[in-house]
């Protein structure tokens, strides 16, 4: 499998997920609204849960809504991200490998996302992530050097700024919608944030 490259706009909200619930286990998918085939680009992502990761019925209606969000807006599921509750530990857990195999049968080159809590600090210099993918059968840790996050150093700024403007409150995740129908899951508002801080007259690009 080749190159996966991350976009500003997926790391962010995954990384602002993570940040929101701090004690919880979060997870959502990896978005792509480039064609299948050749590398895989990560356009976006779609934060689920913060509670109950490993409740079946609430993830399936979950990817069930996404599926159909994503038909409509040209975009396919891509991949699955997880950060762990406890900071020290980035495996993949029982949950996160079931919902990445479920995503894997639809996408040849799907891959999993874990975020490494302890190296979410604020001076942190690389990005918080260790990522794998599906061969024979088995996830195995993807070679760190076939992984593009272009620009990291705007894309950790235009995160920081957020987190320091209380901005990261905008993040909704599909736990959140349930409990609020009233509140989008597709993150317009946030997305269309990210999109001003990394507009070039923002000086972060």
Known sequence: MGEVELSCLAYVKMYLHACLFPRCSVNGVLLS????????CV????????S????????QLALTQVDVWCAQTQQRIVGY??????????SPTPCALKIADKIAEQCNNAVMLMIDGAKMSAGYRVPPIVMYERRDSRWTLKDKHMIMLHQWEET?????????????????????HLDDITKDWT?????AKIAELAS???GNV
């Open 33 to 40: 609204s480039t064609p299948a085939g050749g590398a895989v």
């Open 43 to 50: 356009t976006d992502c779609v934060p689920l849960l913060h």
């Open 52 to 59: 109950h990761l490993p409740l079946a019925p609430i993830t």
């Open 81 to 90: 991200y997880q950060a762990n509750a406890s900071v020290s530990d980035s």
């Open 156 to 176: 950790r700024t235009i995160a920081n700024q957020l987190l320091d403007s209380g901005d990261h409150t905008l993040l909704v995740d599909f736990d959140s």
């Open 187 to 191: 993150n317009q508002k946030l997305n």
């Open 200 to 202: 070039p007259a923002n």
